[in-house]
């Protein structure tokens, strides 16, 4: 009863998660410590010569993109938001106008057709896969020996894992990608799942400004929790 406990907890998140442990130990000469060290200052050398060239890099965009604002603003013509003009097709404009086109996503976004939504402008996914998971540590005493070991728990990913772990013999995922309850427009990791025609005013923005809009405060996280398995 115990060990079914045990093996209850583990899969529920709670107590001592089944891991395996291998070690690998290994030991350095003087040689050998000699020509880490020159490594490591090469490697310092090279870090602080790169951050030098980023900083100045840095700087410079600074300045390029100074210039190009102070030109643009001698330069712009204020347009209204309605009609479009093609006097001034080609030229840079300036509009000031109310963002146009949320729809709901009901029926166009997974698992939200029976979900009561606001106007949106696009509905953003990311998805994850509760699996098993293989950490290496290492460990470096006062002698220059170095021990590896691993240890195994179950996590939230958005990277499919491998079925089983050599070190683990009872840490076994299962792909939930690859049962027929999966909605094939959801893809692990982050991405646009549908998207609204978005306007200002009478100009149509293409997919990366709209993109550029809305933040924090503007946006709606709905979380939805699928046993694939089970449903299978």
């Known amino acids: 009863a115990a060990a079914e406990m045990d093996k209850l907890g583990s ?5 001592d998660h089944p891991h395996e442990t291998e070690r690998e130990i ?4 003087f040689g050998d410590k000699m020509r880490s060290y020159a490594a490591q200052m090469c490697f310092g050398l090279f ?5 030098l060239g980023l900083a ?3 700087e410079y965009r600074s300045v390029a993109t100074l210039k190009t604002l102070e030109a643009a603003q001698s330069e712009y013509t204020t347009v209204p938001c309605s009609p479009i003009s093609v006097d001034n097709d080609e030229r840079l404009v300036y509009a000031s106008c109310p963002i146009t086109g949320q729809k709901a996503f009901n029926n166009e976004a997974p698992f939200l057709k029976h979900t009561t939504m ?6 953003a996914s990311k998805v994850e896969m509760y699996q098993w998971t293989e950490t ?5 005493d006062k002698n220059d020996r170095v021990t590896y070991t691993y240890s195994h728990d179950k996590k939230w990913t958005s990277r499919a894992q491998p079925a089983s772990f050599s070190r683990c013999n009872t840490c076994n995922n299962d792909d939930a990608t690859q049962h027929s309850t999966w909605d094939s ?3 692990l990791g982050s991405q646009t799942i549908a998207r609204a025609a978005v306007k200002l005013g009478d100009f149509a923005l293409a997919d990366y400004h709209a993109d550029q809009l809305g933040g924090k405060g503007s946006s709606v996280k709905i979380e939805c929790a699928v046993d694939a398995q089970a449903a299978a």
Request: charged share 20%; proline share 3%.
């Open 56 to 58: 100045g890099w840095n």
């Open 118 to 123: 606001e106007p949106a402008l696009r509905i």
């Open 136 to 140: 290496e540590h290492r460990h470096k």
């Open 26 to 29: 290994t030991a350095q000469n």
């Open 47 to 51: 870090l602080v010569l790169f951050g």
């Open 185 to 187: 427009r959801l893809a």
């Open 11 to 15: 899969v529920m998140g709670f107590g």
